[in-house]
C-alpha cells in the first residue's frame, strides 16, 4: 500500500488540482469545437489548451509535451517538503501512450532516439534533479493506473521510498488522425453512457501523483490490478470479462458498501461504455454511483489513468461525488447507477477503473484513511506479498539474422523481416492475421510461438500468465508509417490498421489473444536495455496477485529489418 | 468493370497486407467478411480508406458500408456509380 503526497493537474482548465476542481465544480469543459485540426479537414471537439495556454507553459529547449510534464512534475512537489528527489531512493515513472511523436519525422533519421519515450524522460529526468533512471509506462490508455500500481510494488518491495507518477499526452494531429480513421471520434462533445454517444473527444494533460509507503493516513492506493481480456486488439470483450475480474480481485475482503463511487473509463464509445456497464452488473456493483470525467477533459489518453484519480479524491475530499457531464438518458444495457447531478457522499473510498487497446485492462481501490478510525481495508490487500523466487524455463533470442530456442541456434536462411515469415512458417504457427502485423507485432509473436512450442499445451487459456514487455524504440516503425498518411491536407489519409500499431502494446495483444494470456500485460521503455531495471519490474509484477508465470523480455524494432528480442518464460516457485 | 476489380483487388491486398494472395485468389463474388478472405472490423475501416483515397467515396460508418463491402463486385459496382475521382 502506498499514500498520496502530492497532485498536481495541469489542464485547459487549470494549471494545479485546486484549478481544475473548482472548475470542474462549475460545471466548465476543456472540450471545444474546432474546425479542421493540423491537417485533418474534418471539425473536431477536442479538449486542447489554447495558445496562451501553451505559451505560457513553454520551457526553452524543451518541446511541448517535455514542458507539461515538468511544470506538473514541479508544482506537485511544492506541496510536500517529505520528497528529496535527488535521493536514489526516489523514482520518476512517466507514463504516456506516444510522448514526443509530433515531433517525428516521417523519414528514418536520428530524431527517433532523442525522441523516444525513454530518452525524453531521462531529459525531464535529469533536468528535474531525479538521480535515478525513469520508467516509462506504455500501456496504452491504461497507461497511468500501470504506473500506479508500479509505484505501488516498487515501493513495496522496498526498492525506492517515493515515486513520482506524472501521466500527459497531447491532443496531436498523430493521435487525432488515428481515432478519425476508427471512426471513433465525436464531432460534439462526448456524452459517456448516454443512449446519444457518439463516440470520443481527445484530450490533452498532464496529472502527477507522488507516492510514498503507506502510514495508515490520507489517500492510500489499497489495491492495484490489472488483467488481459484476450478478446480482440482494438475492441473489448462485449461482457466485460476482463474489467470484472480486476474488479472482483481488487475488492477481495473490501465491503463495497463502503465506495463512494466507480470511476469510470466511459470514453463515450459505443463499445467501451456497453462493456463497462455488463462489467459493473456482473460485479454486482449497480448501486454504487458511477462517475466518468470525459465530458469535462477528453480522453487524455496516457493521463487519464492519474487526472482521473486525483480529481476524484479532490471531490471525495469535499463530500462530491463528480456527475458525468454530458449524460442525460441511459445508452447502455448492464444495470448501473449513474451520477447525473452534483451528489453528497460521506464515503471516502473509490474504485477507478480503466481499459485500453490491446485488450488490458485495470482497477484500483483508493482509499483514505484515517489514524483514528477503522481502516475498511483488509489484511493482506495490496502488493506487499513475501518475495517470491522466479525460475526461467525456456528462452528464445531473436535478431535479424539470428534465431536461438533454448540455447539452441536454429538454421535460417532469411534476414531482416523476412526471417520472420521464414519462422512463421518453420513454426507452422497457421495464423493469417500474422501478415496484417507491423514489424515489432510480428517479432513478439513469432517469439511467443517459439517459446509455445517448448511447452505443454495446457500453458495456454490461463488467467495467471502475465507478460511483461520493454523495449527502447516504441513502435517506431509504425509511429513514422502513420505520419506519411498524415502530412498534409490533400493527401490526408490516416489507416486504422497503421494506427492500431502506434500503441506499442498491441504487440503484446497479439499474443494474449494468440495464447489466450488472462494476466497483466504491460508495456515498459526504458532509456537503454538495462537488466536490471527489467529483472526489477519482472519480479514486482511477480508480486501482484494471480501471477504464476510470465512471458517477459526485450523486444525492439529501430527500424523495419533491425530488431531485438530476448524472450522467457519465467515461473515462480512455491 | 473488370478492370476496375482487378484495381480493387490490388488495393485491398495493398492496404490490407494480405502478404503471399494475387488478386487471381480472390474469388469477386464470395463474400469478404466471414469467410473467404476472413476480414475483420478493423478490415472495413481500411475499406472505408481505399473508397475515400481513391475514389473520392466518403462513408461515415462501416455500418453504412455493410451493403457495399459484401464482395469485391459489390464494391465495384458501388464505386463505379458514386465514385467522384
Redesign the interface.
Known amino acids: 500500500m502506498i499514500k498520496v503526497l502530492a497532485t498536481n493537474i495541469i489542464s485547459p482548465l487549470g494549471t494545479d488540482t485546486e484549478q481544475n476542481f473548482q472548475a470542474v465544480r462549475a460545471g466548465k469543459s476543456a472540450v471545444v469545437i474546432r474546425e479542421g485540426w493540423g491537417t485533418a479537414a474534418e471539425n473536431v471537439a477536442v479538449g486542447a489548451f489554447s495558445k496562451q495556454q501553451e505559451a505560457r507553459m513553454a520551457i526553452e529547449g524543451f518541446t511541448a509535451f517535455e514542458s507539461m510534464v515538468i511544470r506538473s512534475v514541479q508544482e506537485a512537489l511544492s506541496h510536500t517538503k517529505e520528497v528529496d528527489i535527488n535521493s536514489p531512493r526516489t523514482i520518476f515513472i512517466l507514463s504516456t501512450t506516444k510522448c514526443n511523436v509530433e515531433e517525428l519525422g516521417a523519414e528514418p533519421s536520428g530524431d527517433g532516439a532523442y525522441l523516444a519515450p525513454g530518452a525524453t524522460a531521462r531529459k525531464i529526468a535529469e533536468y528535474l534533479g531525479f538521480a535515478t533512471a525513469p520508467i516509462v509506462v506504455c500501456n496504452a490508455c491504461i497507461s497511468a493506473v500501470t504506473a500506479q500500481i508500479l509505484a505501488d510494488r516498487l515501493i513495496g518491495a522496498g526498492k525506492y521510498d517515493f515515486a513520482v507518477v506524472c501521466g500527459a499526452d497531447r491532443a496531436s494531429t498523430f493521435t487525432l488522425a488515428g481515432f478519425l480513421s476508427f471512426k471513433s471520434l465525436s464531432s460534439v462533445p462526448c456524452r459517456p453512457f448516454d443512449i446519444d454517444r457518439l463516440g470520443l473527444n481527445i484530450g490533452e494533460a498532464a496529472a502527477t501523483i507522488i507516492f510514498s509507503k503507506a502510514d495508515g493516513k490520507g489517500w492510500t492506493l489499497a489495491a492495484g490490478i490489472l488483467d488481459n481480456d484476450a478478446h480482440h486488439i482494438s475492441a473489448p470483450s462485449p461482457d466485460g470479462d476482463g474489467v470484472r475480474r480486476v474488479v472482483e480481485t481488487v475488492l477481495e475482503g473490501f465491503d463495497a458498501a463502503a465506495l463512494g463511487c466507480i470511476s469510470a473509463h466511459g470514453t463515450a464509445t459505443m463499445f467501451n461504455d456497453q462493456m463497462e456497464s455488463k462489467a459493473i452488473e456482473a460485479a454486482g456493483l449497480s448501486s454504487v454511483p458511477v462517475s466518468a470525467l470525459k465530458g469535462f477533459y477528453g480522453h487524455t489518453l496516457g493521463a487519464a489513468g492519474a487526472l482521473e484519480t486525483i480529481l476524484t479524491m479532490r471531490a471525495l475530499d469535499e463530500g462530491w461525488i463528480i456527475p458525468v457531464r454530458g449524460f442525460e438518458e441511459i445508452g447502455v444495457s448492464g444495470k448501473m447507477t449513474i451520477c447525473k447531478d452534483w451528489t453528497r457522499t460521506d464515503k471516502t473510498s473509490f474504485l477507478k477503473i480503466i481499459s485500453g487497446f490491446g485488450g488490458c485492462n485495470g482497477a484500483l481501490l483508493m482509499t483514505k484513511l484515517d489514524a483514528a478510525g477503522e481502516s475498511p481495508v483488509h489484511a493482506g490487500a495490496g502488493n506487499e506479498k513475501a518475495a517470491t523466487d522466479l525460475q526461467t524455463v525456456h528462452t528464445v533470442s531473436l535478431t535479424q539474422d539470428s534465431a536461438t530456442l533454448d540455447g539452441q541456434s536454429l538454421e535460417v536462411s532469411q534476414k531482416g523481416k523476412a526471417l520472420l515469415t521464414e519462422l512463421y512458417k518453420k513454426f507452422s504457427c497457421d495464423y493469417p492475421k500474422f501478415y496484417k502485423m507491423d514489424v515489432l507485432s510480428r517479432l513478439v509473436f513469432i517469439g511467443a510461438q517459439m517459446l509455445a512450442s517448448r511447452e505443454n499445451p495446457t500453458e495456454a487459456d490461463r488467467e495467471d500468465r502475465a507478460i511483461i514487455l520493454f523495449n527502447k524504440s516504441t513502435s517506431i516503425v509504425s509511429d513514422r508509417a502513420h505520419i506519411a498518411t498524415i502530412a498534409d491536407r490533400e493527401s490526408f489519409f490516416p489507416s486504422p490498421s497503421v494506427f492500431l500499431y502506434t500503441l506499442p502494446n498491441i504487440a503484446i495483444g497479439e499474443v494474449a489473444i494468440r495464447h489466450s494470456f488472462k494476466g497483466e500485460t504491460s508495456l515498459f521503455i526504458l532509456p537503454r536495455k538495462d537488466e536490471e531495471t527489467m529483472a526489477m519490474i519482472t519480479e514486482a509484477t511477480a508480486l501482484g496477485s494471480g501471477v504464476s508465470s510470465m512471458l517477459t523480455g526485450w523486444a525492439d524494432c529501430p527500424d523495419e529489418d533491425t530488431f531485438e528480442a530476448e524472450l522467457k518464460i519465467v515461473k515462480r516457485i512455491k | 468493370m473488370e478492370e476496375l476489380v482487378k484495381q480493387l483487388k490490388e488495393q485491398i491486398i495493398d492496404?490490407?497486407?494480405?502478404?503471399?494472395i494475387t488478386p487471381d485468389d480472390i474469388d469477386a463474388a464470395a463474400p469478404l467478411f466471414g469467410e473467404g478472405l476472413?476480414l475483420?472490423?478493423?478490415?472495413a475501416?481500411?475499406l472505408?480508406?481505399i473508397l475515400?483515397?481513391y475514389y473520392g467515396i466518403k462513408l461515415?460508418?462501416?455500418a453504412d458500408g455493410k451493403a457495399v463491402f459484401k464482395s469485391v463486385n459489390t464494391i465495384a459496382e458501388y464505386v463505379a456509380a458514386h465514385r467522384t475521382k
Do not use: F, R, T, Y
Request: hydrophobic share 40%; aromatic share 0%; charged share 35%.
Open positions: 492496404a490490407l497486407n494480405l502478404e503471399e476472413g475483420d472490423s478493423i478490415d475501416l481500411e472505408i480508406v475515400d483515397k461515415a460508418s462501416p
